[in-house]
């Protein structure tokens, strides 16, 4: 924790030095904005370099916590260096008011993903469950499976089709595949009171036989609900990136192009 | 938790580096425990892939797959579970690396296509990083970036070479804009600047595209202290004292003295109806800056036109002579007179001068003889008066051309009637006084007993002033014979004299020195009234003080008057007492002091920073080739005459 300290306190400083700098060299008629664009283009750059870290792990570069340690601290950092370098929050040129769009957007993105990479896991572990996102199709088909056993189980020995019958006509639909996929994400229980309806709605025309076997169908649903709601979970932390990784990429390369520009036209 | 879930006989080995997915999984369906292949088929259309073992095929279905089948292969050596294929589907890493590169080539594709949009469209840039500001827009629009970015001229190769050879946009500011002093200079001026200093240029203070109402970057008042060495906090606090004349350092173009005006004249009964009840009777905002004064005829007529039209020049006079030099029968023939008319005196008369004064200062100096010798001019003025009595002005016409290089006795003698001096001369020439048939009451020339005069009609009355510029160019410095250049300055003085001058204009009109070739001095005299104009790097908006202090609060509220203040200006004659000393100058008014400056701006109240009154550039103005661009040049006007002036930042 220490270490992600220094690290957020070495950034702040990093800015502060840079503004009292700036603030300088305007006093002297200088061109601050040629330092401050280089450094946050090289911070930019340095800050992309976390992606190409994650596919050469081979190499001995430090572990990814280390480098999403200093990626955040860093990515503030270029907010503030932005604002220091352009002078205003939003610029005048069509190119130059893309080229921030990119740069809000990859911003937002990342706020983002650190929003959700710091609460998203914690939400997992208090489900009491544990799944392999890649696997999460073969375990819906599993208790999917297994409900569908339970039910011909249930039918064989109580005689009786009530249970199978709402099964097939209600609970099938939510057994089949991940549902209510924004309402875990945003922390609901949209889904629970949605199969305890279903239920409820029958337990009083069931016999107490038929009622134990609801009872094991509630616990299997339980089980759904946690892969449901690993699946959302997951899902958003392994989406994000989709936006954030071609949004940093597009940045980098109008940065460049930017870069062009101003030294043929300007230095 | 089924501590066994994860055992590799329950789980196959995951691949999450893998491209592809298995198409059921995609669909919810059961995933097929081989997964798809590297080329992205389906890779579950058997459940196994039986061995020959012996001459049996042996099932060797893995156990997660439920282990070898009852059934075992066939006996051509296949499964014998045979599921249609399925769409394997690219994995999330595979989309994400699309994406990227898909955001990047449309990031390429998007210059490109402005880059070509741009060969289209002359004068266009998809890259301009903001407007220009609206002082240079129109430029902009007609010209293309080029008129300030060189680099933007040619293919692309020099373009890309632009971006490694220094531009310097600076220079090409000066293809339009001119100062007084040399533009790389701090202030445009030859200031002694600290050796440590870097030179100026424009782009050091200038922005561009940053919008139509912004070119100049946000100044603070510390900027002013990096070069300055007297460095101060604000003007209320460090700025030092104004001088000890601030604001009026430089004589004004027309002497008015303010004290006996309005502490003596104006209260005088017989002016007081004639004169203005405040400052702005005569004053008035001409400008955003100044309060210039009013016309003469409006505001000075009334009292001034009188004494201008009292003072006359007198071009010749009959002085004494010593004895008659003028041969009777001539001068009677040239007259048309008879010896015996009433009033010739008779040719053996004594002969006894009708005048005892000396020649006029004019007639001096265009004979060239000593006044107070009249047997020295009496022969030069005698014969002169002769030929006068026969040829009219046209004598004198020819003696004010030989002192000029050009011919310019048409404009010194308009007017003059030839009948009155061929009656006069004709009239001096028998040794008689001139009788006028009436009195000259309009002004003109006009001849009165025993001299040629011109009296002033009107301020600005041309031939006065063509006798007064006359006398201003005829001392030469070189002139060898000492006494014709003595004569000559005497003229001169007469003229410029407040009392004996021709209309007295130096009375009002202020008379400088000049220095010509060679260190010599010549007086110069401010014809037309100057407005006064802000110090250097200076300025003072009028407009935005008047009514300061409430609505009808006065002008003394800074400039007081200073009853004790000497200001006598005028130039009587070389040597005398109210000689103006041509640069020497008192105002009327008391010097303004910071402190009453200082009773508004200053903290917590108004604007304070350097740049309200101080100007950085010395004199700013435009290329002629910059005004002759018609749209530009009416772009201009139309800036300057309607527009206000730009905030100071």
């Known amino acids: ?267 | 938790m089924d501590e066994n879930k994860f055992s590799h006989n329950r789980n196959r080995y995951d691949r999450p580096d893998f491209p592809y997915r298995c198409g059921r999984g995609v669909l919810w369906l059961k995933p097929c425990h081989q997964g798809p292949t590297l080329k992205g088929t389906c890779g579950g259309t058997t459940e196994c892939s039986p061995y020959l073992e012996g001459d049996r095929w042996t099932c060797n279905r893995p156990l997660i797959a439920g282990g070898p089948c009852e059934e075992g292969p066939t006996p051509d050596g296949k499964c014998c579970k045979q599921h249609p294929p399925c769409v394997p589907r690219h994995n999330l890493k595979t989309y994400r690396r699309r994406l990227a590169i898909l955001t990047v080539g449309l990031i390429f594709a998007l210059i490109w296509i402005s880059w070509m949009a741009d060969q289209l469209q002359p004068n266009y840039f998809s890259f301009d990083p903001g407007p220009v500001s609206s002082s240079h827009i129109k430029l902009a629009e007609k010209d293309g970036c080029q008129i300030c970015h060189e680099s933007h001229q040619g293919n692309a190769s020099n373009w890309l070479k632009a971006a490694v050879t220094p531009a310097d946009i600076s220079w090409k500011c000066g293809d339009c804009h001119v100062f007084k002093g040399p533009v790389s200079l701090a202030h445009n001026g030859d200031i002694k600047k600290h050796p440590q200093l870097q030179d100026t240029h424009c782009l050091m203070c200038h922005r561009e595209h940053k919008g139509e109402g912004f070119s100049t970057r946000t100044f603070t008042s510390g900027q002013c202290n990096f070069c300055h060495k007297t460095q101060f906090k604000s003007f209320s606090s460090g700025h030092p004292q104004f001088s000890s004349d601030y604001p009026h350092i430089k004589k004004d173009s027309i002497n008015f003295n303010h004290v006996t005006h309005l502490e003596k004249h104006f209260l005088e009964p017989k002016h007081s109806k004639k004169a203005p009840k405040s400052c702005t009777g005569c004053h008035q905002l001409t400008k955003e800056e100044t309060m210039g004064s009013g016309k003469f005829e409006v505001i000075c007529a009334e009292c001034h036109k009188p004494q201008i039209i009292s003072k006359d020049l007198v071009l010749i006079r009959l002085p004494e002579l010593d004895k008659n030099r003028i041969d009777r029968k001539t001068i009677l023939k040239a007259c048309g007179i008879q010896s015996k008319d009433k009033g010739v005196s008779k040719e053996d008369e004594e002969f006894l001068s009708i005048s005892t004064d000396t020649p006029s200062l004019t007639t001096a100096y265009l004979l060239n003889i000593q006044e107070d010798d009249p047997e020295g001019y009496s022969q030069k003025l005698q014969d002169l008066i002769l030929s006068m009595a026969q040829d009219s002005v046209m004598p004198i016409a020819k003696l004010i051309n030989s002192h000029s290089p050009t011919p310019i006795a048409d404009k010194m003698l308009a007017g003059l009637n030839p009948e009155v001096i061929k009656r006069a001369a004709c009239a001096w020439g028998l040794n008689l006084e001139y009788d006028p048939p009436a009195k000259a009451s309009f002004g003109g020339w006009h001849a009165d007993l025993l001299e040629v005069r011109y009296t002033p009609v009107d301020h600005e009355d041309p031939v006065a002033l063509s006798w007064i510029k006359f006398a201003l160019s005829v001392v030469p410095s070189g002139e060898p014979d000492e006494m014709k250049r003595k004569r000559a300055i005497a003229m001169r003085d007469q003229m410029l004299s407040i009392k004996k001058g021709v209309g007295g204009c130096a009375k009002c009109h202020v008379v400088n020195e000049t220095v010509l070739e060679g260190g010599n001095k010549v007086p110069y005299i401010h014809w037309g009234y100057k407005e006064s104009k802000s110090l250097s790097y200076s300025r003072y908006s009028h407009t935005s003080h008047l009514d300061v202090q409430g609505k009808g609060s006065t002008c003394e509220t800074c400039h007081v008057l200073n009853k004790d203040a000497k200001n006598k200006p005028a130039l009587d004659k070389p040597g005398s007492k109210d000689k103006p000393a041509p640069l020497a100058f008192t105002s009327n008014f008391h010097a303004m002091t910071r402190q009453t400056c200082m009773e508004c701006h200053t903290q917590g109240k108004v604007r304070q920073d350097c740049q309200l009154c101080h100007l950085y550039h010395l004199e700013p103005g435009f290329r002629g080739k910059m005004l002759l661009a018609d749209d530009v040049a009416e772009t201009l006007l139309q800036q300057l005459t309607t527009q206000e002036p730009p905030a100071i930042n």
Not at chain 1, 130 to 152: C, G, N, Q, S, W
Not at chain 1, 222 to 230: Q, R, S, Y
Request: glycine share 4%; hydrophobic share 50%; aromatic share 14%.
């Open chain 1, 1 to 267: 924790m220490a270490k992600i300290w220094t690290i957020w306190i070495s950034s702040s400083l990093v800015l502060l030095s840079l503004m009292v700098w700036t603030s300088q060299a305007e006093l002297k008629f200088g061109f601050p904005t040629l330092v401050t664009g280089w450094f946050l283009f090289a911070v930019l750059f340095a800050l992309s370099l976390f992606n190409i870290r994650k596919k050469l792990t081979i190499l001995p570069l430090a572990n990814s916590s280390s480098w999403l340690n200093v990626h955040l601290p860093v990515g503030f950092l270029t907010v503030g260096m932005f604002w220091l370098h352009t002078g205003v929050p939003w610029p005048l040129g069509l190119y130059e008011k893309f080229l921030t769009f990119l740069f809000y957007m990859t911003i937002l993105t990342g706020i983002f993903g650190l929003i959700i990479q710091r609460s998203f896991p914690r939400r997992l572990t208090q489900s009491g469950a544990e799944y392999i996102f890649e696997r999460i199709p073969l375990e819906i088909v599993e208790v999917h499976t297994k409900a569908k056993d339970l039910l011909l189980t249930c039918t064989q020995e109580t005689k009786r089709d009530t249970l199978a019958t709402q099964f097939l006509d209600h609970l099938d639909w939510y057994f089949q595949q991940p549902r209510f996929f924004l309402d875990h994400v945003l922390g609901g229980k949209k889904g629970e009171t949605w199969v305890h309806q279903q239920c409820s709605n029958i337990e009083t025309v069931l016999n107490p036989q038929e009622r134990t076997y609801l009872q094991k169908l509630l616990a299997l649903a339980h089980i759904k609900k946690n892969i449901d709601l690993h699946f959302a979970l997951q899902a958003v932390l392994k989406w994000w990136i989709l936006f954030h990784l071609p949004l940093a990429a597009a940045l980098m390369t109008l940065a460049v192009w930017h870069l062009l520009v101003v030294y043929v036209y300007f230095l």
